[in-house]
C-alpha cells in the first residue's frame, strides 16, 4: 500500500498567511485553518476551490470579529457542501424540495 503524499504544509502556511493579509487578520489567529488549507492543496481543483471559499469567508467573519467562525464550524459548512453535491448526483433532488424522493414524508 501507498503512503498518502505529504501535506504541503510550507505552501499551506503561505496561502494562510496570504489570506489572512487580505483580511488584515494575524496569522496566528487563523492557525487552526491550515490544515484544511493543507487538505484543499491536494485535492482536485473544483474540490480545493470549495474549500479555499470556505476559509475565507471564516476568515471575513473571524475579522468582523464573529467567534462562530470556528474550525468546526468551516467543517461542518464543507460536509454540507459534500452531502448536497451527493445527493444531486445520486438522487434527482434540489435542495429545498420534499423529501418525498427519499421515500420520506415531511411532517
Not at 33 to 45: D, F, H, K, M, Y
Not at 89 to 102: I, K, M, Q, T, Y
Amino acid at each position: 500500500m501507498q503512503s498518502p503524499a505529504p501535506v504541503p504544509s510550507v505552501e499551506a502556511d503561505r496561502l494562510l498567511a496570504r489570506m489572512c493579509r487580505r483580511h488584515a487578520l494575524d496569522p496566528d489567529e487563523a492557525a487552526d485553518l491550515e490544515r484544511l488549507v493543507a487538505r484543499a492543496l491536494i485535492s482536485p481543483s473544483s474540490v480545493r476551490k470549495k474549500i479555499l471559499a470556505l476559509i475565507d469567508a471564516a476568515l471575513v467573519r473571524r475579522a468582523c470579529g464573529d467567534p462562530t467562525a470556528t474550525l468546526d464550524a468551516v467543517e461542518r459548512d464543507l460536509d454540507e457542501e459534500v452531502l448536497l453535491a451527493v445527493a444531486k448526483r445520486v438522487h434527482d433532488w434540489e435542495p429545498g424540495a420534499s423529501l418525498d424522493g427519499f421515500g420520506l414524508t415531511e411532517g
